[in-house]
């Protein structure tokens, strides 16, 4: 079956400006989690929601949002860009939650200019 | 809280030799532990994880973890190194059946011929 679908791969966008990325889970998959990916930070939880609703939220500012469809596909937006949001988002997907595998997408490089 | 500690950053070996990441984890109730290999430019795989049955569980491509309460360790190994395993390694953990997972820093596996 198909995996964790990310779109856009690869986007730069300038500072102030906002974005919006795109996550197609598993087929099945109710959990869709996202993560920040820095080389200082690490990997960092974002926020992750379960049947539309939010059931988890990182230690991240007001600017990054998210939103769950009704057939879990998840957007992850960020507002005023700047330019320490330069990363790697990973969005995760799973049937329930941690006792499920948790299934990774390839990620979405953003870099802010 | 949780938290994880991946002691050494780069870790190097030669191929054929034994492999060992090490990974401790802090939790306040019984966690689930996940290894996830990311290679350049990739999301993450999931190698292995555990979620209270077996305190030693395999995983794929010949790796294996052993859950130690008492040293509250999870360490990675595999006997025989390939060209192929050189990528970064991650360590994580959970406290809920959610899907919120704390990460470690990473290990950076180097394999030498």
């Known amino acids: 079956k198909a995996g964790v679908t990310q779109t856009p791969r690869y986007l730069i966008k300038t500072r102030g400006q906002q974005v919006t990325l795109s996550c ?8 869709v989690s996202w993560y920040q990916q820095t080389p ?7 926020f992750e929601y379960f049947s539309e609703t939010q059931r988890n939220k990182g ?21 005023t860009l700047e330019l320490g949001d330069s990363a790697l988002y990973l969005c995760a997907s799973s049937a329930s939650g941690a006792r499920d595998t948790i299934y990774f997408g390839e990620g979405s490089w953003l870099t802010v200019v | 809280a949780q ?24 939790s306040s109730v019984p966690p689930y532990l ?44 595999k006997p025989s190194a390939h060209m192929s395993d050189a990528a970064e390694y991650f360590c994580a953990v959970s406290e809920s059946r959610y899907s919120t997972l704390t990460f470690g820093k990473g290990t950076m596996l180097l394999v030498s011929p």
Do not use: D
């Open chain 1, 40 to 46: 200082g930070q690490g990997l960092q939880f974002l």
């Open chain 1, 24 to 31: 197609s889970p598993i087929s099945g998959h109710r959990s």
């Open chain 1, 59 to 79: 230690n991240f500012p007001g600017r990054f949002s998210g939103r769950q469809f009704s057939n879990s596909r998840s957007e992850m937006n960020v507002s």
């Open chain 2, 34 to 77: 996940f290894w996830y290999v990311q290679y350049p430019n990739q999301g993450l795989q999931l190698l292995l994880k555990y979620t209270s049955a077996a305190t030693l569980v395999k995983g794929i491509n010949g790796f294996e973890a052993e859950f130690k309460k008492s040293e509250t360790s999870f360490h990675l190994t």
């Open chain 2, 3 to 26: 938290s994880v500690t991946q002691l050494g950053s780069h870790v190097s070996v030669s191929e054929g030799a034994l492999v060992l990441l090490r990974c401790n984890y802090s």
